[in-house]
């Protein structure tokens, strides 16, 4: 008997982050149930990134909280290259992005890999 194999879906693509929510890339999340962001080594102050959230690629985005109403973030650091989970609430939405918390970073690129 031949073994059951799961097929998943994924895709790889590149985003600019930005304080700005209106110049973050947007990142298209309907079919997918996991993931990570990689940001490579940045010298900058930035240390959060916020997820925003929508229904609709154009939006309108709104603050990501969870059951707590705390804000979603994730914490980064500049000094060394790393891959970050994207938090399990991120995935309800069809339409996420990713805001930092330092203008001194706008226009960096990340990696997305996400997983259906």
Known sequence: ??????????KVFPVTLDASTANATTIVLSDMAGGIVTIGTHNTNATELAVWVAAEEAGPFRALKDKDGTAVKLSVTGSTAAAYTLPDEVFAAPFIKLALN?????????????KG
């Open 1 to 10: 008997m031949s073994e059951s194999k799961i097929r998943r879906k994924n």
């Open 102 to 114: 330092n203008t001194a970073a706008d226009g960096l690129t990340a990696t997305v890999m996400a």
